[in-house]
């Protein structure tokens, strides 16, 4: 059973910067053969794809995140980071990871099994 859980969230300025961590684990094995994502969700919307990463450390973006986000993993910490640029109020959202057994590409919030309980990051003025 994977299991991840993110941190890094919180109350941001605008223009800032910040660095989402998500660890995860499986029974003491690596999750070198998962492919790791993030995903964001807006309140009153859909689970949207940002970016996601190869155990071989091949990202993949979504295209409307190219520009701030920044997807990279560690596969001796079991750990995939999301690093956010420039912070806009419309950033404001839980912010997920997944892991998924699919190679890339995979995009689909229904192709990934094993989610984290997501991390709240909130920008403001």
């Known amino acids: 059973q994977v299991r991840l859980v993110e941190s890094g969230g919180g109350s941001v300025q605008v223009g800032h910067s910040l660095r989402l961590s998500c660890v995860g684990s499986?029974?003491?094995?690596?999750?070198?053969?998962?492919?790791m994502a993030w995903f964001r969700q807006v309140a009153g919307k859909e689970r949207e794809f940002i970016a996601a990463i190869s155990g071989g450390l091949t990202p993949y973006y979504a295209d409307s995140f190219l520009d701030r986000f920044t997807i990279s993993r560690v596969n001796v910490k079991n750990t995939a980071y999301l690093q956010v640029e420039r912070l806009e109020f419309e950033d404001t959202a839980v912010f997920y990871c997944a892991a998924s057994a699919a190679p890339l590409p995979v995009r689909s919030a229904s192709s990934y099994r094993y989610w984290g309980q997501g991390t709240q990051v909130t920008v403001s003025s």
């Open positions: 499986d029974s003491g094995r690596t999750l070198n053969d998962y492919t």
